[in-house]
């Protein structure tokens, strides 16, 4: 069809590349099927492309948002240290333990006017110390008592000291008979030296008949001896208010609540060896005292004083540095005395108090949590000195009310503690909003206690305004192979423990389309059963789908439960698959490369040119009748879509084509693609079965010209009237071809000389001639031979080698096929023609031909030898470059001339063909520059004589 000409794989040039097999006359059918599956989690997921909401450990399920409930950063729990209080006594003023009687405690009660002892179990009375006004044994303010045993005159006795400071003395009491043995005053206080003035405090030596006494009015310390009952010595000058005394073998501690210290005296020298607190400073630091009342020496060197001010009860060692308090407020603290089992007996707020920390279970406040929860563990931070220690138990409800007779459950359940921190919380309580801990501190002596600075409840819960998506990967069979048939679904899930909540979860499995996202199907998780499995081989959307993913949906109405994808799965069946492939054909169905089409104004009452396409694909043949596809101008950017209908063969294809012409104007869809001179057309194919199996063909759309056919011999072209010569060599030149400029590189058309006599044909290749002399692009439309073509005289013709054979007066032929057929008529010289002698000066002579010699043109360089005087044989030439260096070796045997390379006298050889290939012998290019040609060969003159001769031709290269 003349108006629409299209280029077949022999003519395609740079295109070859494009160029598909002629398709087979029928298609093979699919392969055999076989079974496949997709299956993730159990015991983890790790085919998923995205997630909404979802969190993935174990399961898939919604994300759970964590959440701590702890107590307040001030928070500190300790053992009360309560180990009993005594309701006797007014305001009692001094406390301690009756050294002979380890059951049995003393007390100094000012406001009472009375020193009683009591019961260590129950604060019974069980002995008083007063006396009515007249008697000795009247006290007006009993500040200090103290219980001590001795001997006199070598009997065994127990005594009891008092300081009366109101009474501005000091007694002695025997303790079994309640009467006073011994005392120290004086009526006017202010006459006499050695007067006491309100003494706070009084201690038996050890072993001594003396007594120290805290002289507070008269800001000192004094040693009596009893038996003489006279002062025998006192200290203290740096006194202000000295209000108790203690001493051991090697030490005396005086309190000195004015000066809020305690001064430590050397029980010898009675010099201060150290002061524990800021003297004049009252402070709460751990070297500070404020006010303090009292003081105990302890066997291990430490003293325990009541820091009245401080409201506290310390033990300091001998820098002064606490070592241990007492947790908790003692306000109104005036007494302090430890007992041997590390229990205190102390005064506070007019009190009688032991204490003594013991092991104690505490409840702690009630929580509200806002919602139902999903308790994970229990964490606590704790100080636990060593022989303490501490553990939990937890209750919960879903009503504050019902909190109360909650059971208190361990990790295990009513007899088990949380003993571990971080320890994972009894899953009885999920579920559930309100709770309550209880702790209990655990000590094995009454000096220690831990000490609870913060529990935490760690739990989740779920947003019941959140639905969870949980989308796969795409699922899709192995390269190469198709999907035929999906066959089954199949999922696991965990529904919730509590059968009342199976209810408040939702959770459907989709079958989504990888492509479009679009559900394709939705299947609902059972309520009761855990696994979960549907047909899909009847459902019709997904029967020609290649690539679905699957996607779980998750929702809740209660905040403590989620539901949960253990894992899921899906099995097709498959086969093999074809990749397809599309293919730019003539009508007759052979694939092309290239379109010449007409104008559309010039196509006139011509139908247009059709555009035919072919396509094969092994996939759809049993599924699809027929198919769209694509056309698309590139350029002008018209697009049509052309069907394609299933033939016999399985091939699909269109009987008539899609219209086509060059027209600027485009009108999409209108049926006829408009297309540019030099358009790219572009055919596109996606298979529905794979996606990823696109087919696409380029064809180039050209507009159709006319060419010219010139005939040239080695002079230029030759007129109509010109007799040919056989020592010429001939040429064709083709212009004004740009339908067959494919590209902006070198394109190649065939052209053919022809005898009818010798029935000889030759086919010349022609090459585009470039755009300029030495350039790269090739748009010209113009195309010459070369080499060219020799003549030979001889009757009987060879087809195809190399030369026309011919004979003198015969009419040759030179033929161009294109739109029409271009033939033009030569005629050889006639018989008695003979070549023309050549004549020249010297013996011989060879030309380099062009010279320089530029690389690229599309003309060989030419080797001509002349021969004068004598025969020559030419042997081989070698090449050198300006510095003598040898580039390459060209035996005789590789030229390729006219004559051969035996040249008679008074004749001319020249080569046909390039003769050297422009290369070094290592197969790299020759650059530019200068060169020489060294010919070796026999020179034979008229005589006979021969001799080897050797001569240079110097020539340039230029690229």
């Known amino acids: 069809m003349e108006s629409g000409l299209s280029f077949h794989s022999r003519e395609k040039g740079f295109f070859a590349f494009l160029v598909s097999a002629v398709f087979c006359t029928a298609l093979s059918s699919v392969n055999a099927q076989?079974?496949?599956?997709?299956?993730?989690?159990?015991?983890?997921?790790?085919?998923?492309?995205?997630?909404?909401?979802?969190?993935?450990?174990?399961?898939?399920?919604?994300?759970?948002?964590?959440?701590?409930?702890?107590?307040?950063?001030?928070?500190?729990?300790?053992?009360?240290?309560?180990?009993?209080?005594?309701?006797?006594?007014?305001?009692?003023?001094?406390?301690?333990?009756?050294?002979?009687?380890?059951?049995?405690?003393?007390?100094?009660?000012?406001?009472?006017?009375?020193?009683?002892?009591?019961?260590?179990?129950?604060?019974?009375?069980?002995?008083?110390?007063?006396?009515?006004?007249s008697q000795p044994e009247a006290m007006n303010n009993p500040v200090s008592a103290r219980a001590f045993s001795s001997v006199e005159n070598g009997t065994d006795v127990r005594r009891v000291l008092v300081a009366d400071s109101d009474g501005n003395r000091v007694i002695i009491f025997d303790y079994d008979t309640r009467l006073v043995t011994w005392d120290f005053t004086r009526d006017d206080t202010r006459a006499l030296d050695g007067a006491l003035l309100e003494p706070r405090a009084a201690v038996p030596v050890p072993g001594l008949p003396e007594i120290l006494v805290c002289d507070t009015g008269n800001k000192r310390i004094l040693r009596i001896d009893t038996r003489l009952s006279r002062i025998i010595d006192e200290f203290g000058t740096e006194l202000e208010e000295p209000v108790d005394i203690e001493l051991d073998d090697d030490r005396i501690a005086v309190v000195d609540k004015a000066r809020h210290v305690v001064f430590i005296y050397d029980a010898e020298t009675l010099i201060v060896e150290r002061?524990?607190?800021?003297?004049?400073?009252?402070?709460?630091?751990?070297?500070?005292?404020?006010?303090?009342?009292?003081?105990?020496?302890?066997?291990?060197?430490?003293?325990?004083?009541?820091?009245?001010?401080?409201?506290?009860?310390?033990?300091?060692?001998?820098?002064?540095?606490?070592?241990?308090?007492?947790?908790?407020?003692?306000?109104?603290?005036?007494?302090?005395?430890?007992?041997?089992?590390?229990?205190?007996?102390?005064?506070?707020?007019?009190?009688?108090?032991r204490l003594g920390y013991s092991t104690e279970l505490i409840e702690l406040e009630k929580i509200d949590l806002g919602k139902e929860v999903t308790f994970d563990s229990l964490s606590w931070q704790v100080d636990l000195p060593a022989g303490t220690d501490?553990?939990?138990?937890?209750?919960?409800?879903?009503?504050?009310?019902?909190?109360?007779?909650?059971?208190?459950?361990?990790?295990?359940?009513?007899?088990?503690?949380?003993?571990?921190?971080?320890?994972?919380?009894?899953?009885?309580?999920?579920?559930?909003?309100?709770?309550?801990?209880?702790?209990?501190?655990?000590?094995?002596?009454?000096?220690?206690?831990?000490?609870?600075?913060?529990?935490?409840?760690?739990?989740h819960f779920f947003d019941t305004d959140t639905t969870g998506l949980l989308t796969s990967a795409v699922i899709s069979d192995s390269a190469g192979l198709i999907i035929t048939r999906w066959d089954e679904l199949f999922f696991e899930t965990v529904i919730p423990d509590d059968p009342s909540t199976r209810d408040d979860v939702q959770l459907e499995v989709r079958v989504i389309d990888a492509e479009t996202g679009e559900i394709l199907q939705s299947f609902p998780a059972s309520k009761t059963a855990t696994t979960n499995q549907f047909a899909l081989s009847e459902i019709s959307r997904l029967r020609s789908k290649q690539r679905i993913r699957?996607?779980?949906?998750?929702?809740?109405?209660?905040?403590?439960?989620?539901?949960?994808?253990?894992?899921?799965?899906?099995?097709?069946?498959?086969?093999?698959?074809?990749?397809?492939?599309?293919?730019?054909?003539?009508?007759d169905r052979v694939p092309v490369f290239a379109y010449r089409l007409k104008r559309a104004a010039e196509a006139g009452a011509d139908p247009p040119g059709s555009i035919f396409v072919t396509l094969r694909d092994n996939n759809?043949?049993?599924?699809?009748?027929?198919?769209?596809?694509?056309?698309?101008?590139?350029?002008?950017?018209?697009?049509?879509?052309?069907?394609?209908?299933?033939?016999?063969?399985?091939?699909?294809?269109?009987?008539?084509?899609?219209?086509?012409?060059?027209?600027?104007?485009?009108?999409?869809?209108?049926?006829?693609?408009?297309?540019?001179?030099?358009?790219?057309?572009?055919?596109?194919?996606?298979?529905?079965?794979?996606?990823?199996?696109?087919?696409?063909?380029?064809?180039?759309?050209?507009?159709?010209?006319?060419?010219?056919?010139?005939?040239?011999?080695?002079?230029?072209?030759?007129?109509?009237?010109?007799?040919?010569?056989?020592?010429?060599?001939?040429?064709?030149?083709?212009?004004?071809?740009?339908?067959?400029?494919?590209?902006?590189?070198?394109?190649?058309?065939?052209?053919?000389f022809f005898d009818n006599v010798t029935s000889d044909i030759e086919e010349l290749m022609l090459l585009e001639v470039p755009t300029t002399a030495g350039d790269t692009v090739y748009t010209t439309g113009e195309f010459f031979s070369t080499p060219g073509l020799p003549l030979a005289r001889t009757a009987v013709g060879t087809p195809g080698d190399g030369r026309l054979q011919t004979l003198p007066n015969s009419e040759i032929g030179a033929r161009y096929i294109d739109i029409d057929t271009a033939t033009v008529v030569l005629r050889m010289a006639a018989s008695d023609t003979l070549p023309p002698e050549v004549i020249g000066s010297g013996a011989f002579s060879f030309i380099l031909a062009p010279n320089p010699y530029r690389v690229g043109q599309g003309v060989p360089m030419r080797m001509r030898m002349e021969a004068y005087t004598g025969s020559l044989i030419l042997e081989k030439v070698d090449i050198f470059t300006l510095d003598g260096t040898l580039v390459q070796t060209i035996p005789a045997t590789g030229f390729n001339m006219d004559n051969g390379t035996t040249i008679p006298a008074k004749s001319r050889s020249t080569t046909r063909t390039q003769w050297w290939d422009m290369k070094h012998k290592n197969g790299s290019n020759a650059g530019s520059g200068t060169y020489f040609a060294r010919f070796s060969g026999t020179f034979r003159d008229a005589n006979g004589q021969s001799e080897k001769i050797t001569f240079l031709r110097k020539f340039v290269i230029v690229r």
Request: hydrophobic share 40%; proline share 4%.
């Open 390 to 459: 501490i553990r939990f138990q937890m209750r919960a409800a879903n009503i504050l009310s019902d909190l109360d007779s909650a059971p208190w459950l361990g990790p295990s359940g009513e007899n088990s503690f949380y003993t571990a921190d971080s320890q994972a919380i009894n899953p009885l309580h999920s579920g559930l909003r309100f709770y309550q801990l209880r702790t209990e501190l655990i000590t094995d002596a009454f000096l220690l206690t831990p000490v609870l600075n913060r529990v935490q409840v760690h739990f």
């Open 550 to 587: 699957l996607q779980a949906r998750m929702e809740t109405t209660n905040s403590s439960v989620s539901p949960a994808l253990k894992s899921w799965q899906i099995t097709w069946q498959n086969a093999v698959s074809a990749d397809a492939e599309i293919t730019f054909t003539d009508q």
């Open 34 to 133: 076989g079974t496949r599956t997709w299956s993730d989690g159990a015991p983890a997921f790790s085919r998923i492309d995205s997630t909404s909401a979802v969190q993935i450990d174990s399961t898939a399920h919604l994300l759970a948002i964590e959440a701590i409930s702890s107590t307040p950063d001030t928070f500190s729990l300790n053992l009360s240290g309560d180990a009993g209080t005594y309701n006797t006594g007014s305001v009692p003023l001094d406390f301690s333990r009756v050294p002979f009687a380890a059951d049995l405690y003393i007390v100094a009660d000012g406001f009472g006017r009375e020193v009683f002892v009591i019961r260590a179990i129950d604060g019974g009375r069980v002995a008083e110390f007063k006396g009515s006004a």
């Open 275 to 353: 002061t524990i607190g800021t003297l004049d400073t009252p402070g709460s630091g751990d070297r500070s005292l404020s006010s303090p009342e009292d003081v105990q020496l302890l066997p291990n060197g430490n003293l325990l004083i009541a820091d009245t001010g401080n409201n506290r009860l310390i033990e300091v060692d001998s820098t002064g540095t606490i070592v241990w308090r007492f947790l908790g407020d003692l306000p109104g603290l005036v007494s302090v005395n430890r007992l041997q089992d590390g229990r205190t007996l102390v005064i506070s707020n007019n009190k009688l108090r």
């Open 620 to 752: 759809i043949i049993d599924v699809l009748n027929a198919v769209e596809v694509e056309l698309t101008a590139n350029n002008n950017g018209d697009r049509e879509t052309l069907l394609l209908e299933k033939r016999a063969n399985g091939e699909y294809r269109s009987d008539t084509g899609m219209q086509a012409v060059i027209q600027e104007f485009v009108g999409v869809g209108n049926g006829i693609l408009e297309l540019q001179d030099r358009d790219s057309l572009i055919v596109r194919y996606v298979d529905p079965t794979t996606p990823t199996d696109i087919a696409t063909d380029t064809a180039l759309v050209l507009q159709q010209t006319r060419a010219q056919l010139i005939v040239e011999d080695q002079r230029g072209p030759i007129a109509d009237s010109t007799r040919i010569s056989f020592l010429d060599t001939l040429y064709l030149r083709v212009v004004g071809e740009f339908d067959r400029d494919f590209t902006p590189a070198q394109d190649t058309i065939y052209a053919e």
